[in-house]
């Protein structure tokens, strides 16, 4: 064996090592921890405060230390959510909403920058708790996605649209330019009229694709039927709104019961919400719902149906992994990509037809 023997430049001890950082260089001011918050999307912020909140209440009335936990405490911690009924519904969480209590637990400990406690034991905890919910065969067991809006739903659901009116229009134009260009119900409710630009061929629209953190310019053809084409239906949009008064800021607003742009929400006196009247990620998303509803389609509806309807549709037609991921603004590789495109392929590629 090849003894390994240091340079004479490489110091002999430990003690021999200089001091490389002074306090200051340990130090984080507020607006770094304010920046570096900023890069965590505020609904994940939400569920992570909301589950550390729950893990240190637990960790007060067992004695327990939550920061730093030990592996021990995180795995009675993922035993008592197994069994306990929640606030909410009366049941113990799911398995992805305890994944998620795990996660926010990690985080908080590498945001105070303490060591993350060790999760093996808590996670076969979990591991049998999935396999006795399925076994069981409790709907729990399954994971909730929402049904994809394929054409046959978004047809329906346009259907159901009073298209002669203002909130009509809007939500038309959400259903087949969030269809269209793939969209995430966030990234829609952030579309400025100046993002979305007519040519000779369709719509180029651009996008900020909020997972993988960049622009896309994503192009959207003229359809063929003028009913569910997204071209002619922001069009239509654009011109109410310019009717209103409208011709900058946000695309998709708020729509008052008399039909008329909302005026900005107050409360006490003070303004809340978007100022222009903004539709929120999750208004935009209840209009989904609320239209599914009303079209009288049974199954969970909500923003994501319009995104994952696209991909199962686009991958039905013959659309290649490569061109939906890329149209989408999904990553590379990306696991719910793939998991609605073999959903598509259930049928149109099914190795069992043929032999």
């Not at 992570?48 to 592996?71: K, Q, V």
């Not at 939500?171 to 829609?188: H, M, N, T, V």
């Not at 539709?279 to 389609?297: F, K, N, Q, S």
Request: a positive charge; charged letters at 20%; hydrophobic letters at 45%.
């Amino acid at each position: 064996m090849t003894e390994i023997v240091p340079t004479a430049a490489a110091p002999a001890t430990a003690a021999a090592l200089p001091a490389l950082h002074t306090a200051a260089d340990l130090h984080l001011s507020p607006a770094a921890r304010a920046a570096i918050e900023a890069g965590v999307p505020e609904s994940t912020r939400r569920a992570y405060a909301s589950d550390w909140s729950a893990f240190t209440a637990w960790c007060a009335t067992r004695g327990r230390t939550p920061l730093p936990a030990t592996p021990a405490t995180v795995t009675e911690y993922v035993t008592h959510l197994t069994m306990a009924p929640s606030a909410r519904t009366g049941r113990p969480l799911a398995p992805s909403s305890i994944e998620r209590a795990l996660a926010a637990i990690r985080t908080m400990h590498h945001a105070a920058d303490a060591p993350a406690p060790q999760t093996k034991a808590a996670r076969k905890v979990l591991s049998g708790y999935r396999e006795r919910l399925a076994l069981s065969h409790d709907p729990a067991a399954r994971p909730r996605r929402a049904d994809p809006a394929v054409p046959e739903a978004l047809r329906a659901m346009l259907a159901a649209c009073d298209r002669t009116t203002l909130a009509g229009k809007r939500d038309a134009a959400l259903l087949l330019l969030g269809y269209a260009c793939a969209a995430r119900i966030s990234e829609l409710a952030a579309l400025d009229i100046a993002d979305v630009v007519e040519t000779a061929d369709g719509l180029l629209v651009t996008v900020y694709r909020r997972k993988i953190k960049a622009h896309t310019e994503t192009a959207v053809p003229y359809g063929r039927i003028p009913a569910t084409c997204p071209v002619r239906a922001v069009r239509d949009l654009l011109a109410a709104l310019a009717d209103a008064g409208r011709t900058s800021g946000p695309l998709l607003v708020r729509i008052d019961r008399h039909g008329r742009i909302a005026a900005p929400m107050t409360r006490h006196g003070r303004t809340i919400g978007d100022p222009d009247g903004r539709l929120t990620p999750g208004a935009a998303a209840d209009v989904v719902t609320r239209i599914a509803a009303a079209a009288g389609l049974e199954g969970r509806w909500t923003g994501h149906s319009l995104r994952r309807g696209f991909a199962t549709a686009a991958r039905r037609a013959g659309a290649t992994l490569e061109r939906i991921g890329r149209h989408g603004g999904w990553a590379d590789g990306s696991a719910a990509l793939l998991g609605y495109l073999e959903e598509g392929d259930r049928w149109t590629d099914n190795p069992v037809t043929g032999l």
